[in-house]
């Protein structure tokens, strides 16, 4: 059946085509990744695209919110009982823009804020010193103890002490380990700081009950919606009754227009589906594989970062094999195996020449792969970095990356042949 996607643009169907396959045929390692269901995607693509809706169910600014209204208030309502938690806004486009919208809402420009330093993990949004947050707020960032790889609680507070943020910022984007949020809480009260707990990466696991939730430490929960939570692009803030209007305000009219309707109901999808026994295995399968997956690389004579892992998430530290994380990452690409390179916290190497590699278990969790083939990834990884500058080596692998890839391929309801909808 000729789509009207391929019928009309031939040459953007073509390459959706080619992305179809990509992902199919590649091993997917970026952590912040995933594959999302059909009926998620299929309401990704609804005609919602087609409607304003600027302001909340109830109260908006444009005729025709019947359907609309319901859409969000059912988004809402299930994120709010996943999360146990108050009050949900699902409007956010990002995981970066509902970290804004946080601050925004209990800080005023000028006023300080502090989240973890980029290269020791932390997130742009996290008021780094290239992104326009750390231009609007007064920034201080703290980092992790140099020798174990933790968080420094005592010191985190005396620097807390030191600079009286507004905000605390926890969470992070290559973090391998559990994190204390309720730590971060009480640091937060005694500085008289909002604590706003950024759980972008780990939201899955916190909803399957595999991570401690941050909802009883955090004034207000920023996530994203499209990494282990498996729901389409967007971000979502979570907080206290009391803060729900100030959150609300700070979304819009303060940051945002209209919300995307489209993806709104599409995350209304996820948050069923996340609220399953189904889910759940799913997120404790995510967290096995990436222990096996830890586990065969330090036998493989890796260096990964804290030792290994408690979540989905392992950061190779390739100082003793000599190679760059951007060599590497590229040469795994060749091989079908898709990484990122990536800062190791307390190297001195520049973000862009770092000496780490960020690989994750979410997206070939949902392909079915168990801990079985994360020996075959780890040996396949291996195999790459020893022959990084051998084509032939690198090919090998590649065919046998494709052939792992056939065995598990992307389950029926989880595939989007491109232009379907
Ligand atoms: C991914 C991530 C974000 C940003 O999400 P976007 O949707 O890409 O803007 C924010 N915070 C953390 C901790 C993240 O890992």
């Known amino acids: 059946m000729i789509t009207p996607l391929e019928k009309y643009d031939p040459q953007i169907y073509e390459l959706l085509r080619q992305e179809a396959a990509r992902q199919s045929a590649c091993i997917r390692l970026i952590p912040s990744e995933n594959y999302v269901s059909k009926a998620v995607m299929a309401a990704t693509g609804s005609c919602l695209t087609n409607k304003y809706a600027e302001g909340y169910p109830g109260k908006r600014y444009y005729e025709g919110q019947q359907v609309t209204d319901l859409v969000e208030t059912l988004a809402i309502e299930r994120a709010q009982k996943l999360f146990k938690v108050d009050h949900a806004n699902v409007q956010s486009h990002s995981g970066a823009?509902?970290?804004?919208a946080a601050y925004s809402a209990v800080a005023a420009p000028g006023e300080t804020i502090m989240g973890l330093a980029l290269p020791y993990g932390g997130h742009l949004s996290h008021g780094w010193k290239v992104n326009f947050t750390s231009k609007i707020f007064n920034s201080v960032s703290y980092e992790l103890d140099p020798v174990t790889g933790q968080f420094d609680f005592n010191k985190i507070e005396e620097l807390a002490m030191k600079h009286k943020p507004k905000v605390i910022i926890s969470g992070a984007s290559a973090y391998p380990r559990i994190i204390d949020f309720k730590s971060f809480g009480e640091i937060?009260?005694?500085?008289?700081?909002?604590?706003?707990?950024?759980?972008?990466?780990?939201?899955?696991?916190?909803?399957?009950?595999?991570?401690?939730?941050?909802?009883?430490?955090?004034?207000?929960?920023?996530?994203?919606?499209h990494k282990t939570l498996r729901g389409p692009r967007g971000g979502m803030l979570l907080c206290k009754a009391g803060l729900a209007d100030a959150i609300d305000k700070a979304v819009f009219p303060g940051l945002q227009g209209g919300p995307h309707m489209h993806t709104i109901?599409?995350?209304?999808?996820?948050?069923?589906?996340?609220?399953?026994?189904?889910?759940?295995?799913?997120?404790k399968q995510i967290i096995k594989n990436a222990k096996v997956l830890a586990d065969c690389l330090l036998e493989k004579g890796f260096n990964l970062f804290t030792g290994g892992t408690d979540n989905h998430?392992?950061?190779?530290?390739?100082?003793?094999?000599?190679?760059?994380?951007?060599?590497?990452?590229?040469?795994?690409?060749?091989?079908?195996?898709?990484?990122?390179?990536?800062?190791?916290?307390?190297?001195p190497a520049k973000p862009f020449n770092p000496n780490g590699l960020r690989i994750g278990t979410p997206a070939i969790t949902t392909r079915g792969m168990k801990e079985e083939q994360m020996k075959i990834v780890a040996s396949l990884i291996a195999r790459v970095a020893e022959n990084v500058?051998?084509?032939?080596?690198?090919?090998?692998?590649?065919?046998?990356?494709?052939?792992?890839?056939?065995?598990?391929?992307v389950p029926e309801h989880f595939i989007m042949p491109a232009g379907t909808h």
């Open 389 to 409: 500058d051998n084509e032939e080596v690198i090919a090998q692998v590649g065919r046998e990356s494709l052939l792992l890839c056939s065995q598990f391929p």
């Open 97 to 100: 823009v509902a970290n804004l």
């Open 188 to 225: 937060a009260k005694r500085v008289g700081a909002y604590h706003l707990s950024d759980i972008a990466h780990i939201s899955g696991l916190v909803v399957a009950g595999l991570h401690p939730s941050p909802v009883p430490y955090a004034d207000i929960v920023s996530t994203t919606t």
């Open 265 to 283: 109901s599409a995350l209304a999808v996820a948050l069923k589906e996340a609220d399953s026994p189904e889910f759940v295995e799913y997120a």
């Open 313 to 347: 998430l392992i950061l190779i530290d390739l100082r003793n094999k000599n190679i760059p994380g951007k060599k590497l990452a590229k040469a795994l690409d060749r091989a079908r195996i898709e990484t990122n390179y990536n800062t190791i916290p307390g190297d």
